[in-house]
């Protein structure tokens, strides 16, 4: 593998930090649960979410704990869902429930980067195209769980970046 191929995983995931790092700043706890209806995701969630699931998805591909759990997040949280939730299939209620400090989540998503970069700097073209699940028709490899997680955050990152554009917006 290049050390551009390495440099543009990492950029995209800087990215996603940066993002995170501007929703984040200066966020009240009133705008960071704000949600146009009953049914609509809030920033927070939304930021807790996409972290839960980088999280999640690299220590599946590590083999590695989730920071999550090894560094004490969950219990910081204290939200009321198993240990395990990311957010993924969660309804209406459970998104309201997640209602905690911008500095929370903005260090949580901190650490779990943190750990991604370590993990990108050791990255080569044997892991990139370790499968790492067969639940798929092609399976999934290690590159292709990457771009994935980047996708999905880059765009749960600009939904809370819109919705706190609209919050502020609103007053």
């Not at 809030?42 to 839960?52: A, D, V, Y």
């Not at 999280?55 to 198993?82: C, K, M, N, Y």
């Not at 998104?95 to 750990?115: D, K, R, T």
Request: net charge negative.
């Amino acid at each position: 593998m290049t050390n551009s191929t390495r440099a543009v995983l990492q950029d995209a995931f800087d990215r996603v930090d940066q993002v995170v790092g501007a929703v984040t700043a200066g966020l009240t706890e009133e705008v960071g649960t704000y949600r146009p209806d009953a049914a609509a995701n809030s920033i927070s969630w939304l930021i807790w979410h996409l972290t839960r699931i980088q999280d999640d998805h690299l220590a599946g591909i590590t083999g590695g704990e989730q920071v999550w759990i090894s560094q004490g997040w969950v219990d910081r949280f204290s939200l009321p869902f198993a240990m395990e939730a990311t957010g993924y299939g969660q309804d209406a209620e459970e998104v309201g429930a997640v209602q905690v400090p911008a500095e929370l989540l903005a260090a949580y998503h901190s650490a779990v980067h943190e750990n991604t970069v370590r993990y990108l700097e050791g990255l080569d073209d044997v892991e990139l195209e370790r499968v790492v699940d067969r639940r798929f028709d092609p399976p999934v490899t290690v590159a292709v769980r990457l771009v994935s997680v980047i996708s999905d955050s880059l765009q749960h990152a600009g939904q809370a970046a819109y919705l706190k554009g609209l919050a502020d917006r609103r007053g």
